[in-house]
């Protein structure tokens, strides 16, 4: 699955969808999607003047706006983030549930980075070879034809 699929398929086929698999490009091309677009609004905001209004100057429009299009995009983007992760622990055969123990546990002060570390490496580790009981493997051929037909 390439850069525009993955974010098309999370955007448009599976905006809220918590069933099934997602395979690691899907999940990590929508990663790098959401980083990217996180990474130009902030900009955006701080050299349009941000960067003063930080500082304790001046309040202007333009930052203003490009900090209110990020909240906007965070806003937009949260079920959708939620779902491909859900979906990603799936295709680890493991319930959409630990993501909620992930988020919880990340917050504990000392032991949040381990837990976040340990919620990283799990999304990156290969999924389960064939089909597991959230579903068809997302990689193989006759699966593909089936979700995207």
């Given at each position: 699955m390439g850069f525009?699929?993955?974010i098309r398929t999370v955007l448009k086929?599976?905006?809220a969808t918590f069933q099934g698999r997602a395979?690691?490009?899907e999940f990590w091309?929508?990663?790098l999607f959401t980083v990217?677009?996180?990474v130009v609004f902030i900009g955006l905001a701080l050299l349009t003047g941000g960067l003063d209004m930080v500082e304790g100057g001046g309040a202007e429009i333009l930052p203003l706006i490009f900090f209110g299009l990020y909240g906007l995009f965070g806003l937009?983007?949260?079920i959708p983030t939620i779902a491909v992760t859900v979906r990603r622990?799936?295709?680890?055969n493991m319930s959409g549930w630990w993501y909620l123990g992930f988020v919880v546990g990340g917050m504990i002060p000392f032991v949040g980075?381990?837990?976040s570390i340990a919620m990283f490496v799990i999304l990156a580790l290969k999924g389960t070879a064939g089909d597991n009981k959230f579903g068809p493997d997302p990689l193989r051929g006759a699966a593909n034809s089936d979700v995207f037909a």
């Open positions: 525009k699929e993955a086929e599976k905006y395979s690691r490009s091309y929508f990663t990217l677009m996180v937009a983007i949260l622990l799936h295709d680890r980075p381990l837990i």
